[in-house]
Structure formats: structure tokens, C-alpha cells
């Protein structure tokens, strides 16, 4: 298994919050439930 590294974690939560801040300006039930979705992982990634 390949080693990763605490710069690319960083960025990596880094992109999931952008991602969710995305989702949840648009509209619609279904991009709302993906951005919650989005940030528990992006806050289980940061807690590891």
C-alpha cells in the first residue's frame, strides 16, 4: 500500500471542501445531500 503524506491529505481535504462549497451553492435536494456527504468525509480525513 502506498504511503501518503500530510501535504497530500491537507490538499486532498483541501479539495473536498471546495468541492462541497460547490455543491452546496446549487440548488436541488440532491446537491445538498452530496455536499453533507462530502464534508463528514473531508472532517474524517482531517481528524486522521
Known sequence: MAEVCKS?????????????D????QHGQRYIIRAQMIKRLANKLRTK
Open 8 to 20: 497530500d491529505l491537507k490538499r486532498l481535504v483541501k479539495y473536498l471542501d471546495d468541492a462541497a
Open 22 to 25: 460547490l455543491y452546496g451553492k
